[in-house]
């Protein structure tokens, strides 16, 4: 391990050609499988084209609005405080509470079955924004974790 620690430096991601949205190329990047942008490029927009048909919103609007409710405010970390482990609720950073919840919605719409993954991911986007869906009700059980184990906070360093 280092002995100094040195200020890691937030790689600036470029905003998407089609919307000039950040949070859509970051959504991009994390969707792509084996450097493939272009497929997750259609994928992605794809999805957002056909929840924004259904919910009659723009497109952008929408994966900020499911980004928003499936973002995280506190979570657990284990910490070991004389021989035992404790679950210690913690805030979440802005930037990876995003990440986090880019994450769920990713994986939510993979768990999904059948379709293609453009259809799943439109249904996610489409269930977190109106506050449903497996990302969401991940969101929620990790706040209830926190709020069971919120006598540990004292153990937050």
């Known amino acids: 391990m280092p002995r100094k620690a040195k200020r890691v430096r937030k790689h600036a991601v470029m905003p998407d050609a ?20 272009s497929t997750a490029e259609r994928i992605v927009y794809g999805a957002m084209e ?4 259904q919910l009659d919103t723009d497109p952008v609007e929408i994966l900020t609005k499911a980004i928003d409710s499936t973002t995280p405010l506190i979570r657990v970390k284990p910490r ?5 482990t404790y679950q210690v609720p913690m805030e979440v950073d802005k930037r990876v509470g995003r990440a986090l ?5 990713i994986l939510a719409a993979r768990a999904r079955s059948g379709k293609s993954m453009q259809e799943k991911l439109a249904a996610e986007l489409a269930d977190a924004v109106h506050g449903r869906g497996s990302a969401v009700r991940r969101r929620e059980e990790i706040h ?3 709020e069971a184990n919120k006598a540990f906070v004292h153990y937050r360093w």
């Open 144 to 146: 209830r974790m926190a």
């Open 18 to 37: 089609k919307y000039g949205s950040v949070d859509v190329a970051k959504f991009v990047n994390r969707i792509m499988l084996k450097g493939k942008k």
């Open 50 to 53: 056909t929840a924004s048909q």
């Open 101 to 105: 919840a880019m994450r769920w919605l």
């Open 80 to 84: 070991r405080v004389g021989g035992a």
